[in-house]
């Protein structure tokens, strides 16, 4: 987990608001993703980007929407949209998207939504 | 398009014993594989890795995993297993081109002293 950051650890929300994840990075990676586990279903890839502001959808990008103005930033939202959002969020980061590059991953966040 | 299969959800070995963890992939050009592993509530450690070179890949607390390309596998093993390392195992692959790691379902392991 060192080097990428994710807060808060649980995250508790009312079903109608959005709410926002925090993933930061300190391994100046250039790429960062992030992706939605859930229990039997792996992992699963919302969105990444390969450089400061770009980003691309991943495989369930509907009711998220992301940002990255900064190269250690990637804050991911969750909006109203989105209608199953109680999952365990990963973010992760690696150094350039190659393909020899391994993905390094943050501790991740509860999020319950009732 | 890429994709993983990890056949087990579930594999149980005794403490000690040698154990598998299958993987198979399905991907255009060459493969490149990695095996990853998740404790309770943490995010995914990664094990080790296949680019190229030789089809044994030694990687972290003493796993390895053997690629092969005529069976599209690239399973994980080690020889004697310990009870911490239960855990959930994640491969994942990326083919052609600057693209996001695609995982499996992930397999539990549970070692049983």
């Known amino acids: 987990d060192g080097g990428i950051t994710q807060s808060p650890k649980y995250l508790f929300r009312k079903e109608g608001q959005n709410v926002t994840l925090s993933c930061e990075q300190n391994?100046?990676?250039?790429?960062m993703y992030w992706y939605r586990q859930d229990p039997g279903q792996g992992l699963r890839l919302i969105y990444y980007?390969?450089?400061?502001?770009?980003?691309q959808k991943g495989d369930i990008a509907e009711g998220y929407s992301v940002s990255r103005e900064k190269k250690e930033s990637f804050p991911l939202t969750v909006t109203s949209a989105q209608k199953n959002p109680t999952a365990f969020y990963l973010c992760?980061?690696?150094?350039?998207?190659?393909?020899?590059?391994?993905?390094?991953f943050g501790p991740g966040t509860r999020l319950t939504v009732t | 398009a890429q994709s993983v299969a990890q056949p087990e959800d579930q594999v149980n070995v005794a403490e000690g014993n040698p154990l598998t963890v299958k993987c198979t992939y399905s991907?255009?050009?060459?493969?490149?594989l990695f095996w990853y592993v998740q404790y309770p509530n943490r995010g995914l450690q990664f094990l080790l890795k296949?680019?190229?070179?030789?089809?044994l890949v030694k990687g972290s607390y003493g796993f390895e995993a053997e690629f092969n390309k005529s069976q599209t596998s690239f399973h994980l093993k080690k020889p004697s297993a310990l009870v911490s390392d239960s855990a959930l195992y994640f491969c994942?692959?990326?083919?052609?081109?600057?693209?996001?790691?695609?995982f499996g379902k992930g397999t539990r392991l549970s070692v049983i002293a």
């Open positions: 992760a980061s690696s150094n350039g998207a190659g393909t020899t590059y391994e993905q390094y």
């Open positions: 391994l100046n990676h250039d790429a």
């Open positions: 980007s390969q450089i400061v502001n770009d980003f």
């Open positions: 991907v255009s050009g060459n493969p490149y």
């Open positions: 296949y680019i190229t070179g030789d089809n």
């Open positions: 994942a692959v990326r083919g052609r081109g600057n693209t996001p790691l695609v």
